[in-house]
């Protein structure tokens, strides 16, 4: 059943495949934004996922988050996501993410409840 304050954590180490250089998203040697934006919504839908019935999964729609402090290469980084709004099939989840030394991302990250079998037919035809 889902609640508000279901939390979630999903984390990674920086190599140079997490870079904004290989990404593609910048041109420099450290954690791209688009790597922490992907551990912020992990660790959104995991934690909510075994409260789903089965069939039933989220698709992410928003995403507001500022990266505020640069990663480099050689450190862990860990998101956090914690469930503060459910309204129908509407999920929203305050977001953070930090590395060894603390606080680099955060913010609101909005998913929505789908029948992943029909949303996948859907999204083909």
Known sequence: MLENGIK?????????????????SGNV????????VALMEEAS????APHL???????GIKMDVKHIKPTPIGMS????????EIKGKRLVFRV?????????GEGVHE?????ESSFEQKAKG
């Not at 450290?30 to 922490?36: D, G």
């Open 96 to 104: 953070t993410a930090s590395d060894e030394q603390g606080l680099i």
């Open 111 to 115: 998913r929505v409840i789908v029948d």
């Open 45 to 48: 839908w995991t934690s909510v």
């Open 8 to 24: 979630g954590k999903a984390g990674c180490f920086v190599d140079e495949s997490k870079t904004a250089k290989v990404v593609g």
């Open 77 to 84: 980084v860990t998101a956090e996501s914690e469930l503060t």
């Open 29 to 36: 040697n450290l954690l791209s934004t688009a790597i922490m």
């Open 53 to 59: 019935e089965e069939g039933q999964g989220t698709v």
